[in-house]
């Protein structure tokens, strides 16, 4: 019988409900209330109607991705630092640490080798820096976009939980306090690490790609100054294929992830990544089709040649 602890019911919720509210829009968006559509979607296929204007002032400029970008990139980078600490410079675990992620997870035993979880720490940390970057020094914000408060507080636990879910489980933040009796390593992560690495890297790169193709739609070619704000149809690399390869790669690096750290908490907060960013991947495909009436017929949404 599994037992969930607090997180993994938290994003049980989140996934059921997104899925179902998602599910609705598609569908049966024109007869659904506006204060349903503008809590749910964001950018450029939100909510574009006069009224619901009091729903305005629970809404945040869609530039504050940024503050949990900010977040996570620290989070993770400490928690890393914490990590290599504790496992190569024999520094002893705070109580209170360990006693707060033996009440978030509930765990007697680890359920990871040390090796596993500090490569994913380390892919982890270098994700969030990365997309820390792109959101300040990349990313073109239209000042019209907007992301709803919830969205914007969602989006911190879920960094939060994404984070402490790698160490929370890891060998001496969980179980046997003495080092000499912690697995470093397994036959199965002998074998996945390199190629998860290999993965994670591609994945990440690809993604980056993306986004500086995206960014470029708004940016002067040659001064890279920002010229407007207006949605333009990107083309070139992933795109050739789907409408979203930056939501693609999104699901995969949570996937190898969770390769590398199959509990069922990381397994949970992958089951809600993929189911996020394909609900909000459909979502923008089926507006980029309505607003544009020369798109590509061949691209999918989010996955070539299956949704």
């Not at 996570?72 to 980078?77: C, E, K, N, P, V």
């Not at 992933?238 to 996937?255: A, G, M, N, T």
């Amino acid at each position: 019988m599994l037992n969930f602890n607090i997180l993994d019911i938290i994003f049980l919720n989140l996934t059921v409900s997104l899925v179902f509210i998602g599910s609705l829009i598609t569908k049966y968006e024109k007869h659904l209330p506006v204060f349903l559509i503008k809590f749910y979607s964001y950018g450029s296929f939100g909510y574009k109607g006069s009224d619901g204007k009091i729903l305005q002032t629970i809404e945040l400029p869609k530039s504050y991705f940024r503050h949990f970008y900010v977040f996570s990139a620290l989070f993770s980078t400490v928690t890393l630092i914490y990590m290599f600490l504790v496992y190569f410079l024999n520094l002893e675990i705070n109580t209170y640490v360990r006693a707060s992620l033996k009440a978030i997870f509930g765990q007697e035993e680890p359920a990871v080798t040390a090796t596993a979880a500090f490569i994913a720490m380390s892919l982890i940390t270098f994700h969030c820096a990365r997309r820390c970057y792109e959101s300040h020094l990349l990313q073109v914000f239209a000042s019209s976009g907007k992301i709803n408060i919830c969205y914007y507080g969602t989006a911190y636990v879920h960094y939060a939980t994404f984070i402490l879910a790698t160490v929370g489980e890891a060998p001496l933040f969980c179980g046997d306090r003495v080092k000499e009796n912690i697995r470093w390593i397994d036959t199965r992560t002998q074998i996945l690490c390199i190629p998860c690495i290999l993965i994670f890297l591609l994945a990440s790169y690809e993604q980056y790609k993306s986004n500086v193709i995206l960014a470029n739609l708004r940016k002067d070619k040659k001064t890279g100054a920002v010229v407007t704000e207006e949605h333009r149809v990107p083309r070139g690399r992933l795109f050739e294929c789907v409408s979203s390869p930056h939501r693609l790669c999104e699901v995969i690096l949570y996937i190898v992830i969770a390769v590398l750290i199959p509990t069922k908490t990381m397994i949970i907060m992958c089951v809600w990544v993929l189911c996020n960013q394909g609900q909000y991947a459909v979502l923008a495909h089926v507006w980029y089709r309505k607003t544009f009436k020369d798109y590509p017929v061949n691209r999918m949404a989010i996955f070539p040649y299956l949704l």
